[in-house]
């Protein structure tokens, strides 16, 4: 005798998970909390690595900075760079697939706009090459001599401060503070006197007198040239001017001489090379890295942060499977003599497991696609309440998405609840499928 139509099966299974409606229901429930808890935690690391990585990638992707190598075994041998120079940046010039080179020079100071003050990070590159560096302006125009531009969060900082008024092509004052000491061929030629002294308390007492204590401000007069307009990186929050005019405003030339540059900072012709410049770079002795990289490092962080978040999700799943597993037993209990009844009018023991399998399948489906419009709903509260509270901290109006669903994850979710609920009722079916004819009709 034959066995039964397909859809013969899935209507008799559909007809039969509604005979028991509250026990069905509440089954489902389970997949729903297991389903929303899993998208929820994933989308909050999904939100967190966009909100992250969607920064950087407005930073220039192109850009590599080069340090001097950082021993911490102290094992520097005679060619190690120990600090970056002049011919450094000519090294790194001749590389293939360079688009520009650039020294950078940082260092702190205050800028005196009227009569109020703001401390500030000044920032020094070769502006003759800002249009390849990436720098867009939103105001003004590019500096020149002891001219500067504003990054676009140093500006609501000054703002803040002098209240909101255009200070593009305004005066203003760079303050930094300057160390009095003697020349440096003066002080080498002290420390080798120094060092010939045979009378040591008198050295540490020469030493200690030399040593210099005073600080001078410096005070030089400047020009508000332009605003930035906001990359996400470091130069959003300083000042920025050419390096030579900044060497030259703070009187650092003995420190570049002595102690190098901060930083280089290479820019390659485009992003496909950018490994591959940064690994020629590194094989050159320096540090490189990039703004790749560290987006990379950023997505593997959070590629185990989602992993970690899905596997605390998934703890109510696996419970909701155990109810799974314990809804199908105790139906096979109810309907052992329904079991029999189908076998003798043709259905064959597939026919049966695949009517078990179809139940526990639809209990899977239907708790999560409910659990997926939770997750929606909880994701979009957790998205408006997190964009209220930081708007009113920052005073910005910005969309925040701290977490998000994506289509891929949302069907990830439909059809691994599906295959839950199908492992969960393997046992169960196979259990009715084996139930004997005879006995079953038997059953009272």
Do not use: C
Not at 215 to 223: G, L, S
Not at 356 to 361: D, G, K, P, W
Not at 371 to 394: D, E, K, M
């Amino acid at each position: 005798m034959r066995g039964m139509f397909d859809k013969d099966i899935v209507k008799l299974a559909w007809m039969s998970l509604w005979r028991r409606k509250l026990r069905t229901i509440l089954t489902m429930v389970g997949i729903m909390i297991g389903t929303a808890g899993i998208v929820i935690m994933i989308s909050l690391g999904v939100g967190l690595e966009r909100s992250v990585t969607g920064e950087l990638e407005e930073i220039n992707m192109t850009s590599i900075e080069v340090y001097p190598p950082y021993d911490m075994a102290g094992t520097s041998g005679e060619n190690q760079i120990k600090e970056l120079k002049k011919k450094d940046v000519a090294d790194l010039e001749k590389l293939d697939g360079v688009k520009a080179v650039t020294p950078l020079y940082m260092t702190s100071g205050e800028l005196s706009v009227g009569r109020d003050r703001v401390g500030i990070q000044l920032v020094g590159v070769d502006m003759h090459q800002a249009d390849d560096l990436g720098y867009k302006l939103e105001d003004g125009r590019f500096p020149r001599n002891n001219e500067i531009l504003i990054g676009s969060a140093l500006l609501e900082e000054i703002e803040k401060t002098i209240g909101d008024k255009n200070i593009v092509r305004e005066p203003a004052t760079i303050i930094t503070m300057n160390m009095m000491q003697e020349s440096l061929e003066e002080e080498e030629v002290k420390a080798d006197e120094i060092a010939q002294d045979e009378d040591t308390e008198e050295s540490l007492d020469f030493q200690s007198e030399q040593s210099p204590t005073e600080m001078v401000e410096n005070k030089n007069r400047t020009k508000i040239s332009g605003i930035l307009t906001a990359s996400g990186g470091t130069e959003d929050y300083s000042a920025i001017m050419d390096i030579e005019a900044l060497i030259k405003m703070t009187g650092s030339s003995q420190i570049i001489e002595t102690q190098g540059y901060s930083s280089i900072r290479v820019i390659a012709e485009d992003t496909e090379v950018v490994d591959s410049l940064s690994k020629e770079i590194n094989e050159m002795g320096y540090m490189a890295y990039s703004t790749k990289d560290m987006l990379e490092s950023i997505g593997s962080v959070f590629k185990y942060l989602q992993i970690f978040l899905g596997g605390v999700g998934s703890i109510a799943l696996l419970v909701a499977a155990i109810g799974i597993t314990n809804t199908m037993i105790m139906s096979i209990y109810e309907r052992t003599k329904e079991i029999g009844v189908n076998k003798v009018i043709g259905a064959s023991v597939n026919d049966i497991r695949t009517q078990f399998l179809y139940e526990a399948s639809f209990i899977g489906l239907m708790g999560g696609v409910a659990g997926l419009i939770i997750s929606y709903l909880v994701a979009n509260l957790i998205n408006l309440i997190a964009g209220i509270a930081i708007s009113a901290q920052a005073g910005t109006t910005e969309t925040i998405s701290i977490a998000y669903i994506s289509p891929g994850l949302a069907l990830f979710a439909i059809i691994f609840s599906v295959v839950v609920g199908i492992l969960a009722g393997l046992y169960p079916a196979n259990r009715a499928a084996k139930i004997s004819v005879l006995e079953a009709l038997r059953q009272e």
